[in-house]
């Protein structure tokens, strides 16, 4: 429980950071305003106290009743006022800055923030319940700063003013009212507590409402071919039943707090009446000040109930705060890599940095004792006994160890599952291994910088991913300063171009809702375009024809391998013939390599590859 | 509109209705208790008169525990109707979504979908509590505090009933004002949200090509986007509060003024005047709330407009009134079919043209055609996914567009070439396809699927927890999955889009086999790269641009049709394919 609130106030103390820290002049007038606009209204209320004593009974039974002093009073509480409300105003319009400002800024640093997350983050989530965090979990800051937190300060000053009031009246019955607003403290963190308590499951709630929505949009098609429709709903509506069940039942505290607090005052009320009462018949007290001290009391109370009625905003907005707290705080991909790439050229026999696209790249290599050193990038890549598993206790790969060198196609054949995707995702890093090493030109790979590491290798998916926006902004996704000709140029050696131009509105052509409108093989062959844009030093192919028909293939393969002449590739492919022309052809199993060497001398080998070849073996 | 969304209210008609009761009876609660700490003051304090205050003082315990009983069950049903509500429109609104056409969703897209059913759903939600709660107790204070200014001086309430009016269309100018802002907020939330959700599906890609900082360049121009229309919206509202409080600090300076000069006049007393301010600041306490309501329902209604479209639309691929039941077989006709994805495109670009076929129930089809054949095309209207521009199809000898849509669609399983997997074990995503099957059912499938092999070598077997999209499986895997689940069916029309690419040859062959044997009745449509797939199918279907470019078997084909001879000779005589069929081995030596 300690730990509980604990937590609640660093998580509140955070969200005020983000206030304090950027809008420190806007805050200070903000606060001011609130005072001002506060005290104008305490000063209200003693106004009409002021006006019955000071002109109203003077004049009484004159005849000719001056109301000139009377006008000068009036004009001058009409300028109080007026400032009144111009520090409303300003307090309201700064804070919409300041809330809008800070919701801004939380949304990017969260979105900043995502995009250095680990893949595991993403493996291990819904996307709608991501999504629901930059929505649902942000909004509910929204009505938190820029209505309760202004209001809740409002009311403080106000209840302080009237304390003093009190206190300068009689001290004990200033003492009955505390009494009375303990046990509204602790009326408040009982019920506050429970209410929070559901109003951080409905957040989850809504997260997972949320990403099952999404989830059933996505694979729409496959619910509407399997009939699926009813029994989504009656999924959908389980969740929708327990989001409604948590929802009830956090609102339902939050709205009890109101009256309850209320009510307390009251029985306040009753009692400083009483007290007061029996203080004044025994002469303690004077008939006016208690009259006066029971008008304190409302006027502190009421202020009090306006607190509760926005605790329910608050409430929810600690809950939501902690949800995106949660993503900002995910650690982020390690990055201990301080070797970078370079643009190169060859001076007198030397490698130096330089400016422009040379089309040669290097490693730059700082040293610790100050040098510099520069490696030509070269692509050969050597892994060493490496192991690796998703799960700690669960290996996929066991002792891999191969060299590509610079300039081969390498090849991975396999069955579904025998870790050959996992070998690219340690090349780029997506994942890290447990045990072993991998070399990239002789340096370590986990001391380069992995963007870096990453710019390196190009990469096509089998799932392919397409953003929504131009079919040529997509392809120039590979490379964002590509002028039309290059992204049409790609187009061409990758075979997209031919499609493209039957759309109808060629490279213009929208897509929307990643491109449900191209085929699969469509699909593939803009991400190869993409890829060719890119031009990168070394590419990994991953099943990424797997859904165009051979005759293209064949095109696109000539296309990519006059590209890529001279750099190294890796290629998974299930189809055999995909990768029959390899330098080296890696045959994994289970995890582990059990033959390796190019085509032919595979084929003399008469194993696994021999068999598969033919079809005599089923590699599964 | 607005019947439109009480219609949603349903089952919680009761705690809808009584919120405002009790928010009633709540605030005569809030009204008496004033008038009697007012005889404690005036009469006991007075008077000096402990019995009295004791007396008063008792009741007013009663009232308050009165009050507070009211105020916690208003509140209670309060919570319960607003909750049901948003459930009931959420509810609605996913239904209505399940039931659309792609059409439907295009023109909506899947992330604004998502926003409608969450964020725009807790707006209305607020709102809706905001309206049986406050909107009920605000006027009716008012009301209460008007009639007593009223009985204490007909004069000075003539400044209430000028005051209200004027600062009742003042603050309707803002709502008109602020409206088309929150609109425009609202469309750009569905662009956020649609970056965010491109962003998380394609992180793979972003991170192959260190694209982060462009996508946190593309995802700040849309941040601004919501931040400076939502401030440009709430600097309107920003209004509400200081036009209020301007209102009625002028009120309470005219009382003060014109007060004065009754009371001197006789015609008052000063503590009625007294009594006056109080309830003038009651009034404006009132008015208070109700801007705040204001705001929220200004908000709501863009959120309310966006809900009711979703409901509101018609889905383009409905069933027809009396279809028919039953689909006696699985023959399958297309009659001069054309078909364009949308309207707009020019009359002249079909996806298909002018497609006749003739499938006979039981038979083994192939189809096989270049990257953008629309091979996809053609067998997504087996099912209806989507509906032909021209011509008809007629499965078992009734126009697809007669059958009641399940109907036809359990008739039709189909196995698509982007699968999808759904988080969940591999059991509930093979469940698709038949709820009912025990463990033995699921396990006979996967077997004839070649699937049961790798399942059972997952420490969970049948239980393996798929993440969304099925990532932790391999491309493979999920495609046998994905045939079984299609099996477990029992369809009489089976299609096969391009499912077995990442299956290797000798597995194919053995799903293929299995086909033949286990399933002979079930008409098979298999769409294919690999020659060696549709090879044995007793006809093929070569497809090329949208036009059927030759029908036969693969023997008939090999003599009469350029393109499938080029694709056989070019997987077969290089020894290029997989090396499915025999005789290869000897081109290869």
């Given amino acids: 429980m300690e730990k509980v609130k604990g937590k609640k106030r660093k998580t509140i103390k955070r969200l005020l950071k983000y206030v304090t820290e950027n809008y420190k002049l806007q805050l200070v007038v903000v606060l001011v305003s609130i005072i001002i606009s506060a005290l104008v209204g305490v000063l209200g209320t003693q106004f009409i106290k002021y006006l019955i004593d000071d002109f109203i009974t003077p004049l009484l039974g004159s005849q000719s009743p001056d109301y000139s002093r009377l006008l000068n009073v009036i004009m001058m509480m009409a300028v109080i006022y007026l400032v009144g409300v111009v520090c409303t105003f300003t307090y309201n319009r700064l804070m919409v800055n300041i809330s809008q400002g800070v919701l801004n800024k939380i949304r990017t640093q969260m979105f900043n923030h995502m995009q250095k997350l680990p893949i595991r983050y993403f493996d291990s989530r819904t996307h709608g319940d991501i999504m629901s965090t930059y929505t649902n979990d942000v909004d509910t800051l929204r009505q938190m700063l820029s209505q309760s937190i202004p209001q809740v300060f409002s009311a403080c000053v106000s209840m302080v003013a009237v304390l003093f009031a009190m206190l300068a009246t009689n001290i004990y019955l200033t003492l009955v009212v505390l009494a009375m607003v303990i046990l509204m403290v602790f009326v408040s963190r009982y019920l506050g507590g429970n209410s929070s308590r559901f109003f951080v499951k409905q957040q989850e709630d809504i997260g997972k409402v949320n990403g099952y929505i999404e989830e059933m949009m996505e694979g729409q098609k496959v619910v509407k071919v399997f009939n699926y429709e009813e029994d989504s709903k009656a999924r959908f509506d389980d969740l929708n039943e327990q989001l409604c069940d948590s929802m009830t039942k956090a609102n339902m505290y939050a709205n009890i707090l109101m009256p309850c607090i209320m009510n307390i005052g009251n029985l306040g009320y009753v009692l400083v009446a009483v007290i007061g009462g029996i203080l004044s018949v025994n002469g303690i007290l004077t008939i006016g000040s208690i009259a006066a001290f029971l008008q304190y009391v409302k006027a502190f109370t009421n202020p009090l109930s306006q607190v509760s009625q926005q605790m329910n905003s608050i409430i929810m907005a600690l809950a939501g705060a902690e949800r995106i707290f949660d993503l900002i705080d995910q650690e982020e991909e390690v990055d201990e890599g301080y070797v970078t790439l370079v643009n190169a050229k060859m001076e007198n026999g030397k490698i130096v940095e330089s400016e422009e696209r040379t089309g040669m790249w290097a490693w730059k290599h700082p040293h610790k004792d100050g040098r510099i050193t520069y490696t030509r990038l070269r692509g050969q890549v050597e892994f060493e006994n490496v192991q690796f598993g998703y799960e700690p206790k669960k290996r996929i790969l066991h002792d891999i160890t191969l060299t590509a060198k610079e300039g081969q196609k390498v090849s991975f054949v396999g069955a579904t599952g025998a870790g050959k995707t996992t070998i690219t995702n340690l090349i780029n890093r997506f994942y890290d291994i447990q045990d072993g090493k991998i070399r990239y030109d002789r340096i370590n790979i986990q001391k380069i910088k992995k963007d870096d590491l990453r710019r390196s290798l190009g990469m096509v998916l089998q799932d392919t991913s397409l953003f929504t926006g131009t079919i040529r902004d997509n392809i120039r996704y590979g490379k964002l300063d590509a002028t039309d000709e290059e992204v049409e140029a790609a187009a061409k050696l990758s075979n997209a171009d031919k499609f493209i131009k039957h759309l109808p509105h060629g490279y213009d052509t929208m897509i929307t809702g990643n491109g449900e409108g191209l085929s699969q093989g469509q699909r593939q062959l803009l991400s190869i375009a993409r890829a060719a844009l890119n031009n990168p030093p070394v590419l990994i192919l991953d099943e990424a024809t797997s859904s165009i028909d051979t005759r293209t293939e064949k095109i696109v393969q000539e296309g990519m391998d006059k590209l890529m002449k001279g750099r190294t590739v890796f290629v998974i492919a299930h189809r055999l013939s995909t990768i029959k022309n390899s330098d080296l052809i890696m045959v994994l199993d289970h995890g582990r390599i059990i033959e390796r060497g190019n085509h032919k001398e595979l084929i003399a080998q008469k194993g696994t590859y021999y068999g598969l070849y033919t079809g005599a073996i089923e590699i599964d | ?589």
């Avoid at chain 2, 629309?374 to 697809?400: A, E, H, M, N, W």
């Avoid at chain 2, 420490?459 to 927890?465: F, I, L």
């Fill in chain 2, 1 to 589: 509109m607005l019947k439109k969304l009480a219609s949603y209210i349903k089952e919680y008609k009761k705690d809808t209705i009584l919120t405002p009761i009790f928010v009633v009876l709540e605030v005569v609660m809030e009204v008496v208790i004033p008038l009697l700490m007012a005889r404690i003051i005036d009469v006991g304090i007075q008077n000096g008169d402990v019995r009295y205050i004791l007396e008063m003082g008792a009741l007013l315990i009663v009232s308050a525990i009165l009050s507070l009983t009211f105020g916690m069950l208003s509140g209670r049903f309060a919570a319960k109707a607003s909750a049901g509500y948003a459930k009931n429109l959420r509810k609605a609104m996913f239904h209505k979504v399940q039931d659309y056409s792609f059409e439907n969703i295009d023109k909506f897209s899947t992330s604004s979908l998502v926003t409608r059913m969450t964020t725009d759903v807790t707006n209305v939600q607020m709102a809706f509590q905001m309206i049986i709660r406050i909107l009920v107790r605000g006027p009716i204070m008012m009301i209460f505090a008007l009639l007593m200014v009223m009985s204490i001086s007909l004069k000075l309430s003539a400044i209430f009933f000028v005051a209200i009016p004027v600062l009742g269309v003042i603050l309707f100018y803002i709502a008109i004002k602020a409206h088309p802002n929150f609109e425009r907020v609202f469309k750009k939330y569905d662009k956020l949200n649609r970056v965010v959700q491109e962003n998380v599906s394609a992180i793979r890609v972003v991170k192959a090509y260190v694209r982060e900082s462009f996508e946190e360049k593309k995802f700040k121009e849309v941040n601004d986007e919501v931040y400076e229309n939502f401030k440009k919206a709430e600097k309107i509202v920003a209004f509400n509060g200081p036009v209020m409080q301007l209102t009625i600090y002028t009120c309470i300076l005219l009382i003060s003024w014109i007060g004065t000069q009754l009371i001197v006049g006789g015609e008052m007393q000063t503590g009625q005047l007294s009594s006056i301010i109080t309830y003038a600041w009651q009034i404006l306490a009132s008015l208070m709330m109700l801007s705040f309501v204001f705001v929220m329902i200004i908000m709501a209604q863009s959120s309310a407009e966006r809900i009711i479209e979703v409901v509101d639309e018609e889905p383009t691929i409905k069933d027809k009134e009396n279809p028919v039941t039953e689909v006696k077989d699985g023959s399958i006709k297309f009659e001069n079919v054309s078909f364009q994805y949308s309207d707009e495109q020019e009359d002249d670009k079909f996806a298909l043209e002018n497609i006749n076929l003739d499938i006979k129930a039981g038979e083994t089809i192939g189809i096989i055609g270049g990257t953008g054949s629309s091979k996809s095309t053609l067998v997504q209207l087996i099912p209806r996914l989507y509906d032909v521009t021209k011509g008809s199809i007629k499965v078992g000898g009734v126009d697809v567009k007669d059958y009641e849509i399940h109907v036809l669609r359990d008739a039709v399983a189909m196995v698509l070439q982007k699968n999808v997997l759904f988080s969940g074990t591999i059991a509930e995503n093979l469940r698709w396809g038949d709820k009912e099957a025990d463990q033995e059912e699921l396990e006979e499938v996967c077997k004839l699927a070649q699937a049961d092999g790798f399942i059972k070598e997952f420490p969970s077997k049948y239980e393996t927890v798929l993440d969304q999209g099925g990532t932790n499986v391999s491309g493979g895997q999920k495609q046998r999955i994905c045939i079984a689940r299609a099996m477990l069916k029992k369809p009489k029309i089976l299609i096969l889009d391009d499912s077995t690419s990442a299956v290797d040859t000798k597995t194919d062959a053995l799903i293929r086999k299995a086909f033949r044997e286990e399933i002979p009745n079930t008409t098979k449509i298999i769409i294919a790269q690999r020659v060696s797939s549709v090879e044995d199918a007793d006809k093929i279907i070569v497809l090329n641009e949208g036009k059927i470019d030759g029908i036969g078997t693969s023997e008939e084909l090999l003599k009469t049709n350029a393109i499938y001879k080029e694709v056989y000779e070019s997987q077969m005589k290089g020894g290029d394919e997989d090396g499915e069929s025999e005789g290869q081995e000897k081109k290869d030596n």
